[in-house]
């Protein structure tokens, strides 16, 4: 049966999300503070989204709206239990284990207050994305390439990284 053979796992998970967010002591579980609540959900459900882990640094570039790295760092705080968040910006964040990502995308596994639809999670950062682009990808010839001059391969991965942005890695 799968759900005995991840109880043992969906009960740390859960035990972790309520001791990080949840005021447990009154009898009713109340966010400590909703705002920052949200923000790590986010946070946590772009980075199981993304197909290639990102960096601190474009993480924030994608999410924007004030998720600066220190922000981000902030929200996966008391979360290093479960995600990698390496001290330098450029390092990838990840998941210590796939069962994390099952355990937050499975309704009747995670809390009902921490559940992480998946495809909501692709379309918000389709459309953060799809911003970053309108702002940062301004001209026709993002790499000033002449046309038809050849480029190998390596010359093109050296471009993109001066002139596209590390966000829309997703």
Known sequence: DVKYATAALDNLYRQIFIQTFLDVDNGAEEYYDEEEVQE??????????FSQPLSVLAMSTL???GLSAGVIRSRLANLRSVVIVPQNDLAPIQILHASFQGHLTTEGRAHPKFFIDTPTCHVALAIRCLRLIQTSLVKDNIFDLCPG??????????????????????
């Open 149 to 170: 001059q050849e480029h190998d391969r390596a010359d093109l991965e050296t471009l993109r990284r001066q002139h596209v942005s590390a966000g829309l890695e997703y």
């Open 63 to 65: 999410l924007g709206d």
């Open 40 to 49: 790590a959900l986010s946070i946590v459900g772009s980075i199981l989204a």
